[in-house]
């Protein structure tokens, strides 16, 4: 079945400092997610892109869709301490009948030191 | 507007006991449900999932059941709880529409002793 494999699992990074966690997929994608999931609390959702190759921003947050629909990646810019949870990506397999059935990657769990 | 309610927020539950969480969602008709757990620090495991009322996808064969009663109810059940049952269970919804967001309630934390 299809798997989406995030990394890093994990990143330390001090305040100011960028931060890129990347997602790939073993099959073509429908479209992919992002989430967010601050401790202690649920998933919230950021984004989706859907066109090969896509990039959108969001303030310090950059969101790329590879061109071939399988990879994507998050970037924060100049991280601050409201950045820290964990970043999901998610995605949906092209020409399945899933049903919105999202394939989610592990997870990277950002912290962020002061 | 949408919005998605879970039930018990926390519970504390002896191994072998009896489990029912349940979810609500208002706001929307015949939306697509789902219950995943997630283990601490780690990723999303998909449990089931609905497309309406009293259809459910099962994703991992375990000692868990789902049900769906009504078009936006949502139950988790166990007969038996196991330790390896513990977690944070969440519910989620989305739109009948293939690939659109999931919207996830609060979880539940599921503690086994």
């Known amino acids: 079945g299809q798997q989406v494999m995030q990394i890093p699992q994990y990143q330390h990074v001090q305040e100011g400092e960028d931060f890129t966690t990347y997602c790939n997929s073993s099959t073509t994608l429908s479209n992919i997610q992002w989430y967010k999931q601050r401790p202690g609390g649920h998933p919230v959702f950021l984004i989706q892109l859907v066109k090969s190759g896509e990039v959108k921003k969001q303030k310090r947050l950059t969101f790329q869709f590879g061109e071939a629909k399988k990879n994507s990646s998050l970037h924060i810019t100049a991280t601050q301490t409201t950045d820290v949870g964990t970043y999901f990506c998610a995605g949906l397999e092209a020409g399945g009948t899933s049903y919105g059935k999202l394939t989610f990657g592990q997870g990277t769990i950002l912290t962020v030191h002061p | 507007s949408q919005t998605i309610h879970q039930w018990p927020a926390t519970l504390v539950q002896p191994v072998g006991s009896p489990l029912s969480l349940e979810c609500t969602v208002e706001g929307t008709s015949n939306p697509n449900l789902y219950w995943y757990r997630q283990a601490a620090g780690r990723g999303l495991q998909l449990l089931f999932y609905s497309v309406g009322i009293g259809q459910i996808s099962s994703e991992v064969p375990q000692n868990l059941s789902a049900s769906r009663p009504q078009d936006r109810q949502f139950i988790l059940s166990s007969k038996k709880l196991l330790l390896s049952d513990s977690g944070f269970y969440l519910c989620?919804?989305?739109?009948?529409?293939?690939?659109?967001?999931?919207?996830f309630g609060p979880g539940t934390r599921l503690t086994v002793l």
């Open positions: 989620a919804w989305s739109t009948g529409t293939s690939g659109d967001t999931q919207y």
